[in-house]
């Protein structure tokens, strides 16, 4: 194309940044104005904090439209003037709001949103989390039209990305969104010219993904010392993975696979062996590394033990 190409860009979270600085900072893009969620009111003061995406807007003198609900945007028009009309695409990237069709079907060339998934696996907004408590070897981002759909619309690129046996949901989500935003321009570029053909999702190896909350972090010691420290990872750094220890949460920061051979506790145990804190779980034992009592800050095992004897023996749940 020989015009630049008019933008809106879509996004809310910190996943969103590198892919916002990828396409500010291509001279085939105009991005004309940027959505993003409200200001939230943060803390005790309840100071209004703006998002990650307005604060790069600004900063670089883009207009900022903030509807809390972008399915009621002409709401914020006057006489059906809105800058939502006459543009050539929308980039959407973890905007956390539902695109309505009637949007969707306004830019020349419709909607493109960066998904943490290679999808149709992990639709939905735990894709990251997902990967990671279900063990995967192998992850990566999707670009995708979008569609009325969650998540379902046609494939236009993907980059596939390996996890490290300690892949953390903070590690990865970071590797994602700077893949994501690594591979952005240029996939729009091949695709309004017509270079890519874009591929329609299998149906039949699609799955969903809910929204994470604070008792997904909730540690079941009836489960396997493999999945236990898999949710651990997952959960970094919020909800964070965590039990309860005389009515006081518990955060399991960091944590390893025994193989040691260690006498057999009763599920939910917590004890010392050689100076090392381990838990008994309902197949296998962790080794506890890092850990956080409520109201306490986080610390190495050692210095945790030091402080607190009383919790030696004891049955965590």
């Known amino acids: ?65 903030q509807p809390k609900k972008i399915s009621l945007y002409e709401d914020y028009s006057k006489n059906n003037e809105f800058p939502i009309s006459n543009i050539d695409l929308i980039v959407v990237v973890s905007y956390a709001q539902m695109i309505p069709e009637k949007i969707l079907n306004i830019p020349k060339y419709g909607c493109v949103n960066v998904h943490g998934s290679l999808l149709p696996k992990y639709r939905g907004s735990s894709c990251i989390q997902a990967s990671i408590l279900n063990g995967d070897k192998i992850s990566g981002v999707t670009i995708m039209q979008m569609d009325k759909g969650m998540d379902t619309g046609n494939i236009l690129n993907q980059a596939e990305i390996k996890l490290s046996e300690k892949e953390t949901t903070e590690s990865l989500f970071d590797k994602i969104s700077q893949e ?24 039949s190896k699609s799955s969903i993904v809910k929204k994470i909350s604070k008792g997904d972090g909730r540690i079941d010691w009836n489960n396997s010392a493999t999945h236990i420290e898999r949710q651990i990872r997952a959960m970094t750094s919020w909800p964070g993975a965590w039990t309860n220890f005389e009515n006081r949460l518990l955060k399991i920061i960091k944590a390893d ?61």
């Open 1 to 65: 194309m020989n015009t630049k190409i008019k933008t809106i860009f879509m996004g809310t979270a910190d996943f969103a940044v590198p892919s916002f600085e990828a396409l500010i900072n291509d001279n085939r893009f105009d991005i004309v104005a940027c959505f993003t969620q409200p200001d939230k009111a943060i803390g005790r003061s309840s100071k209004l904090q703006e998002t990650p995406i307005k604060k790069l807007a600004l900063k670089n003198n883009i207009p900022v439209y």
């Open 257 to 317: 696979l025994s193989n040691k051979e260690l006498i057999p506790k009763k599920i939910g145990q917590i004890f010392q062996e050689n100076k090392q804190l381990y838990i008994q779980c309902k197949d296998g034992v962790l080794e506890i590394l890092e850990i956080q009592l409520e109201g306490k800050k986080p610390l190495k095992a050692i210095d945790f033990i030091n402080g607190n004897k009383n919790i030696l023996d004891k049955i965590l749940g």
């Open 180 to 203: 994501g935003a690594k591979i952005l321009p240029d996939t729009l570029i091949y695709y309004i010219n017509g270079n890519i053909n874009p591929k329609k999702q299998d149906e």
